[in-house]
T-cell receptor
Framework: KAGVTQTPRYLIKTRGQQVTLSCSPI?????VSWYQQTPGQGLQFLFE???????NKGNFPGRFSGRQFSNSRSEMNVSTLELGDSALYLC???????????FGSGTRLTVV | AQKVTQAQTEISVVEKEDVTLDCVYE???????LFWYKQPPSGELVFLIR??????QNEISGRYSWNFQKSTSSFNFTITASQVVDSAVYFC??????????????FGAGTRLFVKA
């Protein structure tokens, strides 16, 4: 069965721009979580969605937002990009959220 | 507050050695879940195991084994007879269910394991 698909794989943006990342979870998985991974901060939780509702949010500024659609696909948006937003953004899905997550390959965002 | 500590930043072993990766967690919840993930050089995180807070039984899967001890808030991972393919970054994670519903999973900083031939 297909895994978690994230698009695009790589992205280069300039400061001040905004970006939208996409995630298609495994079919049947309703919980989708997003993480930011950087060498300095490690894996940091961004938010979790279930059935189109954001259930939890990490400690990130309001420039980071997301949504989930009725087919469980999810997007995250970062507005007014800063150099520090350069990172690998990982999406993960699970059936309900308490099982182990299946991760996508990530979107590597570079802000210049 | 949630916290996961992996005190070992890097471990280097020679093939066939046994190696234990430590994980200590903090939580106020009585119901929580613990996980281990592997991130090989290719980059994709791979789920290895989940344990819930009510199940302290140790588990063995091939060369992998896990020791969960609530008394010391630890969930350690041992690889027996390590192989070069075990070289990766290993993450321990803790998932709680906040009052808002759903789950919030946080990860430790990871332990980078080098297995030399």
């Amino acid at each position: 069965k297909a895994g978690v698909t994230q698009t695009p794989r790589y992205l280069i943006k300039t400061r001040g721009q905004q970006v939208t990342l996409s995630c298609s979870p495994i079919s049947g998985h309703r919980s989708v979580s997003w993480y930011q991974q950087t060498p300095g901060q490690g894996l940091q939780f961004l938010f979790e969605y279930f059935s189109e509702t954001q259930r939890n949010k990490g400690n990130f500024p309001g420039r980071f937002s997301g949504r989930q659609f009725s087919n469980s696909r999810s997007e995250m948006n970062v507005s007014t990009l800063e150099l520090g937003d350069s990172a690998l953004y990982l999406c993960a899905s699970s059936l309900t959220g308490k099982e182990g997550y299946t991760f996508g390959s990530g979107t590597r965002l570079t802000v210049v | 507050a949630q916290k996961v500590t992996q005190a070992q930043t890097e471990i280097s072993v020679v093939e066939k050695e046994d190696v234990t990766l430590d994980c200590v967690y903090e939580t106020r919840d009585t119901t929580y879940y613990l996980f281990w993930y592997k991130q090989p050089p290719s980059g994709e995180l791979v789920f290895l195991i989940r344990r819930n807070s009510f199940d302290e039984q140790n588990e063995i899967s091939g060369r992998y084994s896990w020791n969960f001890q609530k008394s010391t808030s630890s969930f350690n991972f041992t690889i027996t007879a390590s192989q070069v393919v075990d070289s990766a970054v290993y993450f321990c994670a803790l998932s709680e269910a906040p009052n808002t519903g759903g789950f919030k999973t946080i990860f430790g900083a990871g332990t980078r394991l080098f297995v030399k031939a």
